[in-house]
Structure formats: structure tokens, C-alpha cells
T-cell receptor, first 115, second 114 residues
Framework: GAVVSQHPSWVICKSGTSVKIECRSL??????MFWYRQFPKQSLMLMAT?????????EQGVEKDKFLINHASLTLSTLTVTSAHPEDSSFYIC???????????FGSGTRLTVV | KQEVTQIPAALSVPEGENLVLNCSFT??????LQWFRQDPGKGLTSLLL?????REQTSGRLNASLDKSSGRSTLYIAASQPGDSATYLC?????????????FGKGTKLSVKP
């Protein structure tokens, strides 16, 4: 149980375009999902907390207008990188958990390359 | 602010050896601690979850311990295999974080030589 699916696994886009990444909880409902970013040889850094039916909570330094998060259902959260630039190239990964006393399950991640 | 440190950053061992990976955290007010494995370019696979009230968890050849008062956790891997080669990440569910999100260490890159 507690499977999180993330798509796409990799994407290449041109500067100035937008990219949408999907994160789905396959066998459970997730009122909260988390979006992380990982730069090469660095640890995962939380970007934002996605809340079903309400606005996401962004970590300090993360531009909410650039990284749009939508959590319209209990099983789907999306992260849209708007007007992407090469410095946005990174590994993006989402997570959720079945319940508060359970561990977190992560998606397989999305490698974004902006050219 | 919670900080998580993992030592060593990289480790290379011959197949069959037992090994210990270390994780330390600065704030003992945690909900839980979780060990993950990450293969290159891949997502995270959860290995073990230790609740703040627990001292250790075991799964197969893996054993994780938690000493909350001293801010330390260890991941013990018995009889290592080449397939264990990966980056191992330690993460704490910190009470001071956003809705209990995870704070990660930078990981230990393990290489097990055949």
C-alpha cells in the first residue's frame, strides 16, 4: 500500500515555457502532499506543502508564482514550473503519507532540463 | 532550526562486509526518523521508519537505531551485497518543521565491491 506515482519521469523544455508535473496517490487519499527539489549532490529541499482544496504553503525563498501547485483532489497534486529557465533544471520529487504515524512515500521523481 | 548530518559522505566496502551509516540531528524534538535509499536518477525507497518512542527497527539485513536524547541514528547493513550500492538518506520528521515535513541529510553514497 501507500504508492505514489509521479509523471513524467523526465522532461526537456525550452526556456520560457511551462512544465506540469503530476503526483498521484494510487491506493490512498492524501490531503497533504509535499514537493521537494534536489540539486546534484545535494539533499532534498522542501519547496512547498500541497493541501487538498486550499492554497499551498511555500517554503521561504520559493516563488509561488513560478512554482504553481494545484491539489484539486485527494489523489492528485500538480506542480507547474512557469516560464522555466535553465536554473530551474533540477530533480523534482513529491511525497505523501497514508497517515500521521506512517512513514512518507515518495514518487519516482522528475528530471527537468531547461534548454 | 533542525539540521541533519550524515557521516561518512561516501563509503566503499568489499562484498560481505557489515557496515554502519551514521546520522545525527540537532533538535531532539522529532516525530520520527526515516531511512531511505536512492539509486542514481531515481526516487526514494523507504527502508525503515522509527517513531520517536522507539529505539530500533529491523527489516531483513537492515537494522536502524534511534537515540533521540543524543540526536543520533545508525543504519546497520549486514553482509553487504553489490546490490546495496546506492545513496542512503536519513530524514527526520521535525516538530519544528512545516506540518511535520522531513528534514534530510545529504546522504551517504555506498559502493559495495564484488
Amino acid at each position: 500500500g501507500a504508492v505514489v506515482s509521479q509523471h513524467p519521469s523526465w522532461v526537456i523544455c525550452k526556456s520560457g515555457t511551462s512544465v506540469k508535473i503530476e503526483c498521484r496517490s494510487l491506493d490512498f487519499q492524501a490531503t497533504t502532499m509535499f514537493w521537494y527539489r534536489q540539486f546534484p549532490k545535494q539533499s532534498l529541499m522542501l519547496m512547498a506543502t500541497s493541501n487538498e482544496g486550499s492554497k499551498a504553503t511555500y517554503e521561504q525563498g520559493v516563488e509561488k508564482d513560478k512554482f504553481l501547485i494545484n491539489h484539486a483532489s485527494l489523489t492528485l497534486s500538480t506542480l507547474t514550473v512557469t516560464s522555466a529557465h535553465p536554473e530551474d533544471s533540477s530533480f523534482y520529487i513529491c511525497s505523501a503519507r497514508l497517515a500521521t504515524n506512517y512513514g512518507y512515500t515518495f514518487g519516482s521523481g522528475t528530471r527537468l532540463t531547461v534548454v | 532550526k533542525q539540521e541533519v548530518t550524515q557521516i561518512p559522505a561516501a563509503l566503499s566496502v568489499p562484498e560481505g562486509e557489515n557496515l554502519v551509516l551514521n546520522c545525527s540531528f540537532t533538535d531532539s524534538a522529532i516525530y520520527n526518523l526515516q531511512w531511505f535509499r536512492q539509486d542514481p536518477g531515481k526516487g526514494l525507497t523507504s527502508l525503515l521508519l522509527i517513531q520517536s518512542s522507539q529505539r530500533e527497527q529491523t527489516s531483513g539485513r537492515l537494522n536502524a537505531s534511534l537515540d533521540k536524547s543524543s540526536g543520533r541514528s545508525t543504519l546497520y547493513i549486514a553482509a553487504s551485497q553489490p546490490g546495496d550500492s546506492a545513496t542512503y538518506l536519513c530524514a527526520v520528521g521535525s516538530q519544528g518543521g512545516s506540518q511535520g515535513n522531513l528534514i534530510f541529510g545529504k546522504g551517504t553514497k555506498l559502493s559495495v565491491k564484488p
